[in-house]
């Protein structure tokens, strides 16, 4: 595999990754733009415009801009997360001209029909609806309201029936003006791909795109922590726990990934083994560490029945004060091994291998060797894991519950959990 790197003439940033081994082509354009960057009227629109880029252009109706990607066995596809927006496909290596021309005319001249825009709008309205009907989804969105509250960082992606039903192809338009430029995008292809053929189809269909946009750099994220609690006559609570986290690029960002994997990565980890195997008070358990550009996010996912939601807390805070005593080496080593093996195994995937690139352009404005983050990984220690986990978790946590709570500790009563010495080390009364 071989990484190369061009900059078009406006500026725009073109990757490629030879994987010899394939036929295909995964390839997109991602965007520096997401949710986050939206205005507070504007809640939901980012993702309204993912839906709308493939409704027709002036040259391609809707069913055109379908059918002449699956007429050659293709798919197409986008994507909007906090801080990115992504439109992408993956075709045979004779078929990327095809596509890039197309990523670059729904980018380019996408419409926003009116007829077409109002049916989006109530498809993405059956998805609010859809997901406020699944506890296990829409658990998360709550955790993130709630530590990041009132902040467009913690906002759903998919906005508010309200806002949904406000919006208009003009202001579609204005979002896009506003965010979309040649100096916030970058082009990735993986697979069988040449870099300078690529380069110059990039350059001949996106080479005119607008060199900067008139953007405002997202607000500066401030983690807040705190409580919600949804309570639904259901047959299970959907729990998470979480404090604030670590940006991508600080230091303790690969130690938290490793010591989320100790905790919940795995059938081997400590709260599977704990809270699932030797205790049977959940069906599911896990923990997971989200990185933003600024900030980030540590917590721990629980589904449990109404009779254990009073016992499975307290154990869970009780494994991840452990963690900021006593982590072994074997369980470093184990943590190393799964996040090596991920990364090494995404490789092998054209798709999540230019998903990857596009990240690291964002982030860091280069593409980082295996080797790079190799040495990172091996360079993380016991003691720093166990000195993260002691400050990560003395921090103010964030707690959001959806389902029969009645039993669920107060937020007073997890907090003081948190700072009191462990259960293990605790005098029992005689």
């Not at 980012?46 to 699956?70: D, P, V, Y």
């Not at 109530?122 to 829409?138: K, N, R, S, Y």
């Not at 709550?142 to 208009?168: H, M, N, Y």
């Not at 995937?349 to 404005?365: D, E, T």
């Amino acid at each position: 595999m071989v990484v190369e790197v061009s900059r078009l003439s406006n500026g725009l940033t073109v990757l490629t990754d030879a994987m010899t081994s394939i036929e295909t082509v995964a390839l997109g354009v991602w965007v520096k733009s997401g949710a986050r960057d939206e205005r507070p009227e504007e809640h939901g629109i980012a993702h309204l415009l993912e839906h709308m880029a493939f409704k027709g252009t002036s040259r391609r109706s809707a069913w055109q801009i379908a059918s002449q990607i699956e007429d050659v066995g293709g798919e197409i596809n986008a994507a909007t997360s906090v801080e990115t927006t992504s439109f992408y496909a993956r075709v045979l290596k004779d078929d990327v001209p095809l596509a890039i021309d197309i990523l670059a005319d729904i980018l380019s001249d996408s419409q926003f029909d009116a007829d077409e825009l109002r049916r989006e709008q109530h498809v993405v309205l059956q998805e609010i609806g859809a997901a406020h009907d699944t506890p296990d989804d829409i658990v998360f969105d709550r955790f993130s309201e709630t530590a990041f509250r009132d902040q467009t960082i913690g906002r759903t992606i998919l906005g508010t029936p309200e806002t949904v039903k406000s919006f208009s192809a003009d202001n579609i338009r204005a979002f896009m003006q506003r965010q979309y430029a040649a100096d916030r995008m970058v082009v990735v292809a993986a697979g069988a791909v040449d870099h300078d053929t690529f380069v110059r189809e990039v350059e001949r269909h996106l080479g005119s795109f607008r060199v900067t946009c008139d953007s405002k750099p997202a607000a500066a994220a401030s983690y807040i922590g705190g409580d919600y609690r949804e309570p639904r006559d259901l047959q299970d609570a959907q729990i998470v726990l979480g404090f604030e986290g670590r940006a991508y690029h600080v230091r303790d960002f690969y130690a938290s990934q490793l010591l989320s994997m100790v905790l919940g990565g795995g059938m081997s980890s400590r709260l599977f083994q704990e809270v699932r195997e030797k205790r049977g008070l959940c069906y599911s358990v896990y923990a997971f560490h989200w990185g933003f550009s600024d900030t980030g996010i540590f917590g721990v996912h629980a589904a449990t029945g109404r009779s254990d939601v009073a016992k499975l807390v307290p154990v869970i805070v009780d494994e991840l004060k452990r963690a900021g005593e006593d982590i072994s080496v074997e369980e470093i080593n184990r943590a190393r091994a799964q996040y090596r093996a991920g990364l090494l195994m995404s490789r092998e995937s054209a798709s999540s291998r230019a998903s990857q690139l596009a990240r690291q352009m964002m982030l860091h404005g280069r593409p980082v060797p295996m080797e790079e983050l190799m040495e990172r990984l091996s360079n993380i220690t016991v003691e720093r894991v166990t000195d993260l986990a002691s400050r990560l978790f003395s921090t103010r946590p964030t707690v959001a519950g959806i389902g029969p709570l009645d039993r669920l500790a107060s937020y007073d009563h997890i907090s003081d959990l948190l700072t009191s010495r462990p259960a293990s080390e605790q005098k029992i009364a005689v």
